[in-house]
């Protein structure tokens, strides 16, 4: 599955923006979906993940009731929504695919999208 990722920008604290991941290939349905990101000189981080027909959702702490995942898998797309952003959001910000949930919880899917930048600005 090919993933591509878009939707990133330049937003300012508390403002919105959803970004999308369409995927190409088939067997959409068959795959488990996450959302991560990686801000400048730190790790690759976990944020959300969700399960192939959305029975199931993960998100990490540190946006918890602020990001929201969802698929569409007639589209062909992964969502997530974000909400009253933070500076500290800052970041490129990439989505995935794996057959197993739990890789994508891992971070250790088998497939990776290329990224798109997200800047809060204060």
């Known amino acids: 599955v090919q993933l591509q990722a878009s939707g990133g920008g330049l937003v300012q604290v508390g403002d919105s923006l959803r970004l999308s991941c369409a995927a190409s290939?088939?067997?959409?349905?068959?795959?488990?979906l996450g959302w991560f990101r990686q801000a400048l000189g730190k790790e690759r981080e976990f944020l959300a993940a969700?399960?192939?027909?959305?029975?199931?959702?993960r998100y990490a702490d540190s946006v918890k009731g602020r990001f929201t995942i969802s698929r569409d898998n007639a589209k062909n797309t992964v969502y997530l929504q974000m909400n009253s952003l933070k500076a500290e959001d800052t970041a490129v910000y990439y989505c995935?695919?794996?057959?197993?949930?739990?890789?994508?919880?891992?971070?250790?899917?088998?497939?990776w999208g290329q990224g798109t930048l997200v800047t809060v600005s204060s």
């Open positions: 290939g088939r067997a959409f349905s068959s795959y488990a």
């Open positions: 969700v399960g192939r027909s959305a029975e199931i959702t």
């Open positions: 995935a695919a794996d057959r197993a949930f739990e890789d994508i919880v891992r971070v250790t899917p088998g497939y």
